[in-house]
Protein backbone atom coordinates (compact mmCIF):
# COMPACT_ATOMS: atom_id res chain seq x y z
CA UNK A 1 0.00 0.00 0.00
CA UNK A 2 1.45 3.24 -0.63
CA UNK A 3 0.32 6.34 1.54
CA UNK A 4 -2.39 8.78 0.70
CA UNK A 5 -1.46 12.41 -0.47
CA UNK A 6 -3.64 15.10 0.49
CA UNK A 7 -3.55 17.76 -2.07
CA UNK A 8 -3.23 21.27 -0.54
CA UNK A 9 -3.37 24.99 -1.47
CA UNK A 10 0.23 26.38 -1.65
CA UNK A 11 1.46 27.99 1.33
CA UNK A 12 1.99 31.32 1.55
CA UNK A 13 4.44 33.05 3.78
CA UNK A 14 2.58 36.64 3.98
CA UNK A 15 0.41 37.25 6.74
CA UNK A 16 -3.04 37.93 6.05
CA UNK A 17 -3.64 41.94 5.74
CA UNK A 18 -6.61 43.82 6.60
CA UNK A 19 -9.21 45.36 4.24
CA UNK A 20 -9.57 48.65 3.47
CA UNK A 21 -13.35 48.62 3.87
CA UNK A 22 -12.47 47.38 7.74
CA UNK A 23 -9.64 50.12 8.66
CA UNK A 24 -8.09 49.50 12.10
CA UNK A 25 -10.93 46.69 13.15
CA UNK A 26 -9.56 44.65 9.89
CA UNK A 27 -7.49 42.71 12.75
CA UNK A 28 -10.93 40.66 14.01
CA UNK A 29 -12.07 39.17 10.78
CA UNK A 30 -15.58 38.65 11.25
CA UNK A 31 -15.07 37.11 15.03
CA UNK A 32 -16.94 39.66 17.08
CA UNK A 33 -19.05 40.78 13.79
CA UNK A 34 -19.80 43.88 12.08
CA UNK A 35 -21.55 45.93 14.52
CA UNK A 36 -19.03 46.02 16.75
CA UNK A 37 -16.06 46.23 14.83
CA UNK A 38 -17.79 49.67 13.56
CA UNK A 39 -18.16 50.97 17.13
CA UNK A 40 -13.81 50.36 17.68
CA UNK A 41 -13.53 51.76 13.96
CA UNK A 42 -15.26 54.67 15.32
CA UNK A 43 -13.84 55.23 18.74
CA UNK A 44 -10.21 54.35 17.87
CA UNK A 45 -10.06 57.20 14.97
CA UNK A 46 -11.23 59.91 17.43
CA UNK A 47 -8.58 58.52 20.09
CA UNK A 48 -5.60 58.71 17.35
CA UNK A 49 -5.91 62.19 16.53
CA UNK A 50 -4.06 64.55 18.35
CA UNK A 51 -6.67 66.15 20.58
CA UNK A 52 -7.06 70.10 21.68
CA UNK A 53 -5.33 71.29 25.18
CA UNK A 54 -7.72 72.45 27.60
CA UNK A 55 -4.90 74.49 29.35
CA UNK A 56 -2.73 76.50 26.62
CA UNK A 57 -5.90 75.73 23.64
CA UNK A 58 -2.59 73.54 21.32
CA UNK A 59 -3.15 70.46 19.17
CA UNK A 60 -1.02 68.20 21.24
CA UNK A 61 -2.52 66.67 23.97
CA UNK A 62 -2.00 62.43 23.37
CA UNK A 63 -3.46 59.85 25.45
CA UNK A 64 -1.14 58.25 27.50
CA UNK A 65 -3.42 55.52 29.26
CA UNK A 66 -7.70 55.37 30.28
CA UNK A 67 -8.17 58.91 30.75
CA UNK A 68 -5.07 60.14 31.17
CA UNK A 69 -4.03 63.11 28.98
CA UNK A 70 -0.49 64.84 28.45
CA UNK A 71 0.10 67.93 26.72
CA UNK A 72 3.10 67.81 24.40
CA UNK A 73 3.47 71.59 24.02
CA UNK A 74 2.80 72.62 27.65
CA UNK A 75 3.64 69.71 29.53
CA UNK A 76 0.64 69.36 32.02
CA UNK A 77 -0.56 65.54 32.45
CA UNK A 78 -3.95 65.42 33.67
CA UNK A 79 -7.43 63.37 33.58
CA UNK A 80 -10.32 63.99 31.48
CA UNK A 81 -12.44 61.60 29.31
CA UNK A 82 -11.69 57.87 28.27
CA UNK A 83 -11.50 57.97 24.82
CA UNK A 84 -11.09 61.50 23.82
CA UNK A 85 -11.48 64.82 24.69
CA UNK A 86 -14.30 66.89 24.36
Known amino acids: MTPVQIWAAPFSNKMATKLKKAKSAGRFRAKYGKS ?3 KLVKVESKQKVKQKCPFCGKLG ?4 SKGIWKCTKCNKKFAS ?3 YLD
Open 81 to 83: NTY
Open 36 to 38: VRD
Open 61 to 64: VKRL
